[in-house]
């Protein structure tokens, strides 16, 4: 079965700096997507970004990027020049290709400091 | 486009009361999903079903009842409440299809749950 690990439950940030959300998974598939989702207060999953296991280049959209290492099994989330609307719950979660069912991380408590 | 409603958004049941959680989409989407979500254990698939017609045990399906009315709305029963069914409950949806998958399940607001 495929698991989801992200190892930090808090992560504290100054306003403006850079910070890595960490996140591992174990599966036996070669072709998957992983993905991050924000949840912030208001409780709406928000899709932030996502990785095609085939492709080489790491995912950015704007301020968000990814470190994807395939054969580590490592997909980290770095939030460049942090926001104070950027304080959330965010979710790793895995799909291997040809299923739909996601499956998501414990989550990491993100607080962004003024 | 509402994208996916779910109703109600707060509810307190007592012990062996029984409920339903409504969800319906409005974005043509063939696949629907129930998760709960509580603290420390991320969210976890319930049920889900991938067509009109079809439902499928998740990763915790115990105390819970799906029905797929139609492709719009996939409901979440729950016969007996119990206090360990306190929860926050998600609905999404999602194209399925090999030929042209999206990528990402649309989730709609939640539904807090309490059971005392």
């Not at chain 1, 989801?4 to 036996?28: F, G, H, I, K, R």
Request: glycine residues 6%.
């Amino acid at each position: 079965a495929q698991t989801v690990t992200q190892s930090q439950p808090e992560m504290s940030v100054q306003e403006a700096e850079t910070v890595t959300l960490s996140c591992t998974y174990d599966t036996s598939e070669s072709d998957y997507y992983l993905f991050w989702y924000k949840q912030p207060p208001s409780r709406q999953m928000i899709l932030v970004i996502r990785q095609e296991a085939y492709k080489q280049q790491n995912a950015t959209e704007n301020r968000f990027s990814v470190n994807f290492q395939k054969a580590a099994k490592s997909f980290s989330l770095k939030i460049s020049d942090s926001q104070l609307g950027d304080a959330a719950m965010y979710f790793c979660a895995y799909r291997p290709f040809g299923n739909e069912k996601l499956t998501f991380g414990t989550g990491t408590r993100l607080t962004i400091i003024p | 486009n509402a994208g996916v409603t779910q109703t109600p958004k707060f509810q307190v049941l007592k012990t062996g009361q029984s409920m339903t959680l409504q969800c319906a989409q409005d974005m043509n989407h063939n696949s629907m999903y129930w998760y709960r979500q509580d603290p420390g254990m991320g969210l976890r698939l319930i049920y889900y079903s991938a067509s009109e017609g079809t439902t499928d045990k998740g990763e915790v399906p115990n105390g819970y009842n799906v029905s797929r009315l139609n492709k719009r709305e996939f409901s979440l029963r729950l016969e007996s409440a119990a206090p360990s069914q306190t929860s926050v409950y998600f609905c999404a949806s999602l194209f399925w299809g090999l030929s042209s998958p999206s990528y990402e399940q649309y989730f709609g607001p939640g539904t807090r749950l309490t059971v005392t």
